[in-house]
Each structure stands twice: as structure tokens, then as C-alpha cells.
């Protein structure tokens, strides 16, 4: 009887103990996995603008980034950087809400381009900077303000009547223009696409022979590059990327969309394919 | 003076004879650009949809092709009084292979691709209208001969042969045009259909004429 009483005596203690002090030994550990600000989850879009960079080297000055937030908690935040056809794994910390500068991320480190980005979220902007791992690149560090923006894919979306198309990166020189004093100089002519990327969508006609046998390599490009432009793929080519990092609705969102292009585009995608091939070979040399 | 203005024509000749060579090469690269046969390559590329739908296109595509190569050798040979004199049997030869090539494999072949050439109505006519008068003109050509008109053979051969070489005109025209305005690629086709064989027409008459309608 009287162990009968003890045990009932324990029992009552251990639930009154269970009752009293609730959870306070797993209090830290739900905390560092307790996600914080879900409402930076998602893509932050803008320029990527080179502050630091070797003066003698070409460089692109402003390339167009996605940082991409995915999860945010005490102990890490994970993100993606998907930026001129490079698409890197984010991790690192976020010290306080309160503190400056509170995001601290490394990209891996194997790939020569890696490098730390350092940024803070205000009301509706993210700012920040990157600096390389490796100095010997052309570009050591970047500034970024960013906006928020999802990406999300339309096959209706078309470039905007705005840009001009002026390749700036392949002239061809020139000996054309005489001075006065009967000098010439070289004139560099850049290509310029027609109204006819603003117009055509690989992303929603069957395109037709008929409809691309007047089309220069520069417009059969940029309509094919469109169809990649709306899934978010990011462009390795500069000589792309000019056409595409200007316009509102493109986001970078992926390195490969092969698996997301629908079977029209698919088609498409060849036939433009084929005639960017035979524009290359026929278009001003002796033949057709 | 006439032995000067003899010198001149000789240096011309020179001049023709190598420019004709160059361009002749250039025309059999083009031709070879075809071999292996493939359906998808060189020109037939912006054609799949007249391979997938017309039958006989690629077939009557590769007798044109490879047929035509052939009547530019007749610049080599036709209009060479050198030859003419001493070895007529060559002359005549080769005007028999130029004469059954035109007229039975070329020149219909060419009406026939022509009706579905590029850059629309505007040079689909120019192309087949071109056909019509090559074959034309190849067979007054061989029946002034038939009936002793050496002259008049002469003049319709000119005519012909002027039209031939529209081969290589055009493509030369081609790379003018684009090298000097950039014009969208068809554009510059159907302009070439036209500009490849009328300003020949007009030249080989203005010769016809200084030559023997003095």
C-alpha cells in the first residue's frame, strides 16, 4: 500500500513538474530553426555594378543580379546569386535585425568568381556589396540596391518598345568617313536588330520559314534568346545580356531551363537555330 | 594606235579569262558545298518546308545544281576565236554539252525552283522568267547554226550565255549590295533576282550592237 502511495506520489510530481516549467530546455533549439522575415523570402533583382576593378581590362560595369533568399533563421541564412550565367549556392549568417550590415554570405569558393556578399534589407531595398575571394580577377568588388521581384514565366512577355538592339559589343571597323583635310578614320558600325524582335514570339507561334527568311542573325538571335529570357535563364554571353538585363521583366533565375521550355518552344528554338546557322554562312558572302 | 588598242583588248581578255577562272571556281565550291547530298544543308536549310511538302524539289534542286556548273565551262571555250578557228571540233563539242544541258536539265530545273524561290512574287517571276528566256535563246542559238546563220548563232549564244552568267552576277551583286547598305536578307534577294541577269541582257546587247550593227 504504502509503495502504491510513493509511486502514485512520483507520478503526480512529475506531471505537476511537466505542468510547471514548460519547454525550457528546448527553448534554443526551436528558436535557431524558427524561420525569420519570410517576407524576404524570394528574389531580389538589380545591378551589379563594379567598384572595384583593374583598370586595363574590359569588364562588364553592370551585370544584372538575382539574389535569391531562401531561408533565414538565427544560425544561417541560405540564398542563391544568379548573375551573368553563373548560378551560386549562398550560406552564411544574419547577425540582428537591428545591426548593420546583418547578412554575411560566401559563395562556395571553388569557382574563381566567388566571393562574400555583405548586404542589409530596408523597407523595400537591398543593399550591399560583394568582394572576390580572388584578387587576381578583373572585378574584386560590386555594389548592389536591390528590389524585390518574382520571377514568373509568361509566354506572352515580349521586349519592350524602349531599346534600341544596337549590339555595342561585335562593330565591324570601317575605313569610311574622309575629313576635310582628306583623312580617314575608321568608323565602327554596330548591328542593329529589326522591328521584328519586338513583334515575333517563339514563345507562342509556331514559327514559320516563311516568317524568318528576312530576318538578320541578329534578330534570329535575340527571338530565340527571348524564349530563354522569359523561363529566367541567365545569359553566359555579355553580348547577350545587353539586350536582356535592361528589360523590367527579366530575371535571372537559372543556369539551365532545357527541362522547362514547352514542346513549341522546343521547335522553335531549332528552326531559329538554322537559320541563325545559314544567316552566319550566307548572309554577305559569295553564294547563298 | 591599232596595234595599242589590239594590246589593250588582249590585257582585257587576259583580265575576263581571269576573272571568269576565279569566279568558276568559286562556283564549283558552292556547287560542292551540296556533296555529300543532304537534304539540310548550304541553301537547303531555309527550304525544309518545300522538302517536306514538294516531292520533287530536292531532286530538281541537285539537277540544277549540279547541271549548271557545267554550262560555265562553255565561257571557257564558246567565245574564243583561237578555238573557233583552229579546233572547231571543240567548239562544237562543248556547245553540244552546253546546248543539251541548258535546255533538257538547267533551264527547266530552274523554272521550276524558281516558282518556288524566296522573297515572293517579285522574284519568283524575275527566276522562272529568266529560265524561259535562257532556254529561249539556247535554242535559237543551236537553230541559227542548224541553218547556217553563223552571225545571228553568235548573237543568241551571247544572249545566253549572258543569262548563264547571271550565276555569278547575282551572288556578286549580293555581296555589294550587303556590303554596302546591310539590307534584311531578302530584301537583298529579291533585288539581286532582277539585278542578276537584266544589266547582263543589257550589256551583251550595247556589245551586239557596237559589234555588228556598225
Known sequence: MKKIIYVLLAIALVSCRKDKQPVTPTVTTIDNVEELHTEWYGSWVGDFEAEEYDQN????????????IKKITYNDVIAQSIVAGNSRPLSGSFSSP????????????????????????????????WTSINKNIPVTKRTFKLVKK?????????????????????????????????????????????????????????????????????????????????????????????????VEWYVPVSEDVSGDLTDLEKKNIVLLKRFEKYAEDNYDSFGR | MVPQSSKANSILKWIWRLAFSIFFYLMLAITLRYFPINPDVAFLQIKQ????????????????????????????????????????????????????????LSAPSGIYIGYFANGGITSKISFMLLGILWFLFTILGIRMIKIGRTSAHEQW????????????????????????????PMDVYRIIAWLGWIPNLLIIEWYIAKKYKK
Open chain 1, 150 to 246: 518574382q520571377f514568373a514565366y509568361d509566354p506572352e512577355l515580349m521586349l519592350p518598345e524602349e531599346g534600341d538592339y544596337v549590339d555595342r559589343y561585335n562593330p565591324k571597323m570601317e575605313k569610311t568617313e574622309v575629313t576635310e583635310d582628306g583623312e580617314t578614320y575608321n568608323e565602327a558600325l554596330f548591328r542593329q536588330a529589326s522591328e521584328s524582335v519586338r513583334t515575333i514570339n517563339g514563345s507562342t507561334t509556331a514559327l514559320k520559314e516563311e516568317g524568318l527568311k528576312n530576318l538578320k542573325k541578329i534578330d534570329l538571335e535575340i527571338i530565340r534568346n527571348t524564349i530563354f529570357a522569359r523561363h529566367g535563364y541567365t545569359f553566359k554571353k555579355k553580348s547577350v545580356r545587353q539586350f536582356f538585363d535592361p
Open chain 1, 57 to 68: 581590362k574590359d569588364i562588364v560595369y553592370v551585370n544584372k543580379i538575382n539574389i535569391s
Open chain 2, 157 to 184: 549564244m551571247l544572249r545566253s550565255f549572258a543569262l548563264a552568267f547571271s550565276a555569278i552576277t547575282l551572288r556578286l551583286w549580293k555581296v555589294i549590295l550587303v556590303f554596302l547598305f546591310h539590307p534584311p
Open chain 1, 98 to 129: 537591428d545591426a548593420d550590415g546583418n547578412f554575411v554570405l560566401t559563395e562556395p569558393g571553388d569557382n574563381k568568381y566567388d566571393g562574400t556578399f555583405t548586404f542589409k534589407i530596408k523597407g523595400d531595398t537591398l543593399s550591399g556589396s
Open chain 2, 49 to 104: 518546308s518545300e522538302i517536306s511538302s514538294v516531292p520533287a524539289y530536292f531532286s530538281v534542286f541537285y539537277i540544277h545544281v549540279c547541271s549548271s556548273a557545267f554550262t560555265l565551262l562553255a565561257g571557257f571555250t564558246q567565245f574564243s576565236n583561237t578555238i573557233l578557228r583552229k579546233h572547231p571540233s571543240i567548239h562544237k563539242r562543248i556547245g553540244i554539252v552546253y546546248v543539251y544541258t541548258v535546255i533538257l
